[in-house]
């Protein structure tokens, strides 16, 4: 998911982290100093359209190193929250660096995650224009409900429950869409679907560009 602008650091601002409040965390997310940056792949290639497999191996080296790798291919394309498939990997993890509508930072990584959502009878849905780091350049306004759970595990196995409201809920949503397969595209008309990849066409080579810049300043 793409970020949308917000300035931390200021006095009042929060963080938390793998969803228990934080007194600080680095700009650059936890352990992506240790990462590598790899591909990220575009909407239209088949990791993208299918169901991610589950985890079923926890506390590996390789779990955390895909962790790792995840935060700093996110930073690096000023990402709010980047799935495994979105690395070319099938499985069922996605990391985030997010903004709720409050000024509070989230940060953290969720394996396995089962994403729960309001009743009908108190749901709220908002239209807010939304980023994906796999369709570059194109944003386009999309119906999420302004509060979100999501349960699942850490990299070593540990449960977690992250709740999220407003654009921390809408990434949750996001993120969990794409290890079910499926991209914020499949929730938009026909029309509004081809202006989006119309902008991601008009706009690819300038965001990609903007990356490699990006990683090359940090030694990537």
Same mark, same amino acid.
């Given at each position: 998911?793409?970020?949308?602008?917000?300035?931390?650091?200021?006095?009042?601002?929060?963080?938390?982290?793998?969803?228990?409040?934080?007194?600080?965390?680095?700009?650059?997310?936890?352990?992506?100093?240790?990462?590598?940056?790899?591909?990220?792949?575009?909407?239209?290639?088949?990791?993208?359209?299918?169901?991610?497999?589950?985890?079923?191996?926890?506390?590996?080296?390789?779990?955390?190193?895909?962790?790792?790798?995840?935060?700093?291919? +996110?930073? #690096?394309?000023?990402?709010?929250?980047?799935? /495994?498939?979105?690395? @070319?990997? =099938?499985?069922?993890?996605? !990391?985030?660096?997010?903004?709720?509508?409050?000024?509070?930072?989230?940060?953290?990584?969720?394996?396995n995650p089962v994403l729960e959502l309001p009743g009908p009878g108190d749901?709220?849905?908002?239209?807010?224009?939304?980023?994906?780091?796999?369709?570059?350049?194109?944003? +386009?306004? #999309?119906?999420?409900?302004?509060?979100?759970? /999501?349960?699942?595990? @850490?990299? =070593?196995?540990?449960?977690? !429950?992250?709740?999220?409201?407003?654009?921390?809920?809408?990434?949750?949503?996001?993120?969990?869409?794409?290890?079910?397969?499926?991209?914020?595209?499949?929730?938009?008309?026909?029309?509004?679907?081809?202006?989006?990849?119309?902008?991601?066409?008009?706009?690819?080579?300038?965001?990609?560009?903007?990356?490699?810049?990006?990683? /090359?300043?940090?030694?990537?």
């Open positions: 998911m793409s970020v949308r602008h917000q300035r931390f650091g200021t006095p009042d601002s929060r963080t938390r982290l793998q969803g228990r409040p934080v007194e600080d965390c680095p700009a650059l997310p936890p352990g992506a100093e240790r990462g590598a940056v790899r591909r990220i792949t575009v909407v239209g290639e088949e990791v993208l359209s299918r169901p991610c497999r589950e985890v079923t191996e926890f506390g590996t080296p390789e779990l955390s190193a895909l962790v790792d790798d995840m935060f700093l291919t +996110m930073y #690096v394309a000023d990402g709010a929250g980047l799935a /495994a498939n979105q690395v @070319d990997v =099938d499985l069922r993890l996605f !990391v985030y660096d997010c903004p709720d509508d409050h000024g509070v930072r989230h940060v953290g990584h969720l394996v749901r709220r849905l908002v239209d807010e224009f939304e980023g994906c780091l796999s369709v570059p350049g194109a944003a +386009m306004a #999309v119906p999420r409900t302004d509060r979100a759970v /999501a349960r699942g595990f @850490d990299k =070593d196995g540990q449960p977690l !429950v992250i709740e999220g409201t407003g654009y921390f809920a809408r990434c949750l949503q996001h993120e969990t869409d794409h290890l079910l397969g499926h991209t914020y595209l499949d929730r938009l008309s026909r029309r509004d679907r081809k202006d989006a990849l119309r902008q991601m066409e008009n706009q690819h080579e300038e965001v990609l560009a903007r990356r490699v810049s990006k990683a /090359a300043s940090l030694g990537h």
